[in-house]
């Protein structure tokens, strides 16, 4: 099973980065040589992502401390382990494949933010997606689900509007994100499995 999903991931991660005359187009259609007043929104976005993958995380471990709410707790510390599962898939796959930045290959994309790293996949996108994942799944409640999913699509958004990153970047980031977060949940759900069946003495 695990050989089978690092085999369908490495087809992916070739298709995103052979996709080059469909990525570019959307990329061009997305972002604008002008300044314009959605700008500062989608940096202001983009900036707020890394707060807010470390908010989410502490925000409900404290609360659940404060309330002893053992459940919370416990989906606090998954929701962090998915955010530090991402950022290490993420960033071991970006200096290897080392993809040049939209802006650095295509001069007519304007750079609207800072960008470091290689481009693929997008760390933004991924760790918003693994947070929005991770607190769906713990929380599967429409007031919760939307939101996250929301605040995930338009930080992924943000990225191609400031021209940092291509379409398959972002895209790529977001089942990264995504899949270390289900991973992390399903783990979760054994151990509380097999914590049940050892308190209840079941064999």
């Given amino acids: 099973m695990k050989q089978r999903l690092l085999i369908l991931l ?18 061009r259609s997305i972002n604008s040589s002008e300044t314009l007043p959605s700008d500062n929104f989608f940096r202001f976005v983009s900036n707020s992502d890394a707060f807010v993958v470390a908010g989410v995380p502490v925000g409900m471990a404290v609360t659940g ?3 002893k709410d053992k459940e919370l707790f416990r989906n606090a510390c998954v929701t962090a382990v998915a955010s530090a599962l991402n950022a290490g898939i993420t960033n071991a796959l970006k200096y290897p494949i ?20 290689p481009s693929f996949p997008s ?13 769906s799944l713990s929380y599967p409640k429409w007031y919760i689900i939307v939101p996250s999913y929301l605040y995930a699509g338009t930080v992924a958004y943000s990225r191609m509007d400031l ?8 895209l790529a980031g977001a089942v990264i994100g995504s899949g270390c977060a289900y991973l992390t ?3 979760n759900q054994k151990l509380l499995i097999k914590k049940k069946h050892k308190a209840c003495g079941c064999p």
């Fill in 98 to 117: 080392n993809r040049d930045r939209p802006f650095v290959t295509y001069p007519e994309i304007t750079k609207k933010s800072k960008a470091g790293s």
């Fill in 163 to 170: 021209g940092v990153h291509y379409p398959s970047d972002v």
């Fill in 65 to 67: 401390l404060i309330n």
């Fill in 10 to 27: 490495f087809l992916f991660i070739q298709v995103c980065i052979h996709s080059q005359n469909i990525d570019i187009r959307m990329l």
């Fill in 185 to 187: 949940w399903k783990v």
């Fill in 123 to 135: 760390g933004h996108a991924s760790s918003a997606f693994a947070t929005a994942t991770s607190v």
